[in-house]
């Protein structure tokens, strides 16, 4: 494996579900973030870890619950989600936090909530 | 008012076309610029990044960053259906953790 991985791929859930969403980054990098992907919308910020904590959370509601237990490893935790969470969910990773600017991203996962 | 304005399009062009993309924003303490392109069903790949103003060239590929009018743009040289993607505009403070700020992202077609 290479990159950023992200698994599922794709993910329908009702709203009193909980699922979890993983990443993986193979880079050797020291910060990871989560974003969310809406149809006609920018990418939104979500989360952000340094070296396993957590250094930004964008205003996101409760229902969202991130974790991050080594440099490489990064969940979403989702629970009693709303049909307008449905989105593509992009985890990306960068070096350092201070040079974020380069992230790689992984290929997402498309969650669907019924 | 949105912090980073870019055009959804769609964007349609020959192949040999020049494509210029663009993007306007209001903060002045933007110091990092990017632009990211994203084909179908997958994540965003940083294409070019730009330190406060000026030109930067990579191939086809040239970034142009104005800091006096907030605005950015992004060229394409002799383009190619392999080009035909979804290009993002993103931009960053200085020492801002890698908080970036994304345009909507402008869907370019390039046909043969």
């Known amino acids: 494996e290479t990159g950023v991985t992200q698994t599922p791929r794709h993910l329908v859930m009702g709203m009193t579900n909980k699922k979890s969403l993983k990443c993986e980054q193979h880079?050797?990098?020291?910060?990871m973030y989560w974003y969310k992907q809406s149809a006609k919308k920018p990418l939104e910020l979500m989360f952000v870890?340094?070296?396993?904590?957590?250094?930004e959370n964008n205003s996101v509601p409760s229902r969202f619950s991130p974790e991050c237990p080594n440099s490489s490893h990064l969940f979403l935790h989702l629970h009693t989600l709303q049909p307008e969470d449905s989105a593509l969910y992009l985890c990306a990773s960068s070096q350092e936090p201070g040079q974020g600017y380069e992230q790689y991203f992984g290929p997402g996962t498309r969650l669907t909530v019924t | 008012q949105k912090e980073v304005e870019q055009d959804p399009g769609p964007l349609s062009v020959p192949e040999g076309a020049i494509v210029s993309l663009n993007c306007t924003y209001s903060n002045s303490a933007f110091q990092y610029f990017m632009w990211y392109r994203q084909y179908s069903r997958k994540g965003p790949e940083l294409l070019m990044y730009t330190y406060s103003s000026g030109n930067k060239e990579d191939g086809r590929f040239t970034a142009q960053v104005d800091k006096s009018s907030k605005y950015i743009s992004l060229f394409i040289r002799d383009s190619q259906p392999s080009d035909s993607a979804t290009y993002l505009c993103?931009?960053?403070?200085?020492?801002?953790?890698?908080?970036?700020?994304f345009g909507q992202g402008t869907e370019l077609s390039v046909k043969p």
């Open positions: 880079l050797g990098h020291n910060a």
């Open positions: 870890y340094s070296l396993e904590e957590r250094v």
């Open positions: 993103a931009m960053s403070e200085r020492n801002q953790g890698g908080k970036l700020i």
